[in-house]
């Protein structure tokens, strides 16, 4: 009798742990669009109408909506972008709409980890306020919807849809002058972090010692007045691997009085352990 209740705790208790699944009233979406060289990706929730009216009941003129359903609906952008003629950095933000029968303001808020609106609203977390004409549609969206439409390789919109209202912002990405940039940055040749870049892969994998040592003397000369201590830590190295250990001693005493006028620590340790030990 003892084994059968035990049994029967060790079922019931099974039973009650068990998670049962269920679907969301309003399923989570992601919508990711690339426009030029820039990456949008938006997340949110869609609730459905099921036979309510939507605007200015379920989601109330003149006041601010979470623009969705449960946490924060947000919007990331891998790029500045301009929206509605206004800057914007790149980053993620929760999207916050104030809907209103001849207008809606658009709001794109710093904070982004809350469940619906924030708990206390502070206008200095506001990265950007926009206006936008609601559109009526003449056919019926059930669930809410974000999308991009008129997509260019400068531009977007994207578009809030639900019951028979659209809205709509313009979104411009700096696609020529990312482009203009990287063809500029192509011919002009490798820059210093690049020739620094190759010659540290080519001393950690000990593949060409003597191209890497060229490199570093390169990544030098573009460097300016005041060459970084590491790029003369990493010139030591391979010159002591190359066998010149005076020359190896020469660089690292350089980067040695770079570290020092920064204060950086590990790479006076290193600096000072290597010309010891070189100088034996």
């Given at each position: 009798?003892?084994?059968?209740?035990?049994?029967?705790?060790?079922?019931?208790?099974?039973?009650?742990?068990?998670?049962?699944?269920?679907?969301?009233?309003?399923?989570?979406?992601?919508?990711?669009?690339?426009?030029?060289?820039?990456?949008?990706?938006?997340?949110?929730?869609?609730?459905?109408?099921?036979?309510?009216?939507?605007?200015?009941?379920?989601?109330?003129?003149?006041?601010?909506?979470?623009?969705?359903?449960?946490?924060?609906?947000?919007?990331?952008?891998?790029?500045?972008?301009?929206?509605?003629?206004?800057?914007?950095?790149?980053?993620?933000?929760?999207?916050?709409?104030?809907?209103?029968?001849?207008?809606?303001?658009?709001?794109?808020?710093?904070?982004?980890?809350?469940?619906?609106?924030?708990?206390?609203?502070?206008?200095?977390?506001?990265?950007?306020?926009?206006?936008?004409?609601?559109?009526?549609?003449?056919?019926?969206?059930?669930?809410?919807?974000?999308?991009?439409?008129?997509?260019?390789?400068?531009?977007?919109?994207?578009?809030?849809?639900?019951?028979?209202?659209?809205?709509?912002?313009?979104?411009?990405?700096?696609?020529?002058?990312?482009?203009?940039?990287?063809?500029?940055?192509?011919?002009?040749?490798?820059?210093?972090?690049?020739y620094y870049a190759?010659a540290q892969y080519?001393?950690?994998?000990?593949?060409?010692?003597?191209?890497?040592?060229?490199?570093?003397?390169?990544?030098?000369?573009?460097?300016?007045?005041?060459?970084?201590?590491?790029?003369?830590?990493?010139?030591?190295?391979?010159?002591?691997?190359?066998?010149?250990?005076?020359?190896?001693?020469?660089?690292?005493?350089?980067?040695?009085?770079?570290?020092?006028?920064?204060?950086?620590?590990?790479?006076?340790?290193?600096?000072?352990?290597?010309?010891?030990?070189?100088?034996?």
């Amino acid at each position: 009798m003892k084994k059968y209740i035990l049994f029967s705790l060790f079922l019931i208790s099974g039973i009650l742990s068990a998670q049962i699944a269920t679907p969301q009233a309003s399923p989570v979406s992601k919508v990711d669009q690339t426009v030029g060289l820039t990456q949008i990706s938006v997340e949110y929730h869609r609730p459905s109408a099921k036979g309510r009216a939507v605007y200015g009941e379920l989601v109330p003129y003149g006041k601010n909506w979470r623009t969705g359903a449960n946490d924060n609906t947000t919007v990331t952008f891998s790029q500045d972008v301009i929206i509605n003629g206004k800057s914007l950095s790149k980053g993620t933000y929760a999207l916050f709409t104030t809907p209103k029968a001849d207008s809606w303001d658009i709001i794109f808020y710093k904070d982004t980890d809350n469940w619906g609106l924030p708990e206390e609203w502070m206008d200095d977390k506001v990265a950007l306020k926009t206006s936008a004409k609601p559109e009526s549609l003449n056919r019926l969206v059930e669930t809410f919807t974000i999308s991009f439409n008129n997509v260019t390789t400068d531009a977007a919109n994207l578009e809030l849809s639900w019951e028979k209202t659209l809205v709509s912002v313009k979104i411009e990405v700096p696609t020529q002058k990312t482009v203009l940039k990287s063809i500029e940055d192509v011919m002009n040749g490798p820059s210093a972090k690049d020739y620094y870049a190759s010659a540290q892969y080519y001393y950690q994998s000990n593949t060409d010692l003597n191209k890497a040592f060229l490199w570093m003397n390169q990544a030098i000369s573009l460097s300016g007045e005041k060459v970084p201590f590491w790029y003369y830590r990493l010139k030591s190295l391979i010159q002591f691997k190359l066998g010149d250990k005076k020359g190896a001693i020469d660089t690292a005493k350089l980067s040695l009085a770079g570290a020092t006028a920064e204060k950086n620590e590990d790479y006076i340790k290193q600096n000072k352990d290597s010309i010891e030990l070189w100088s034996k």
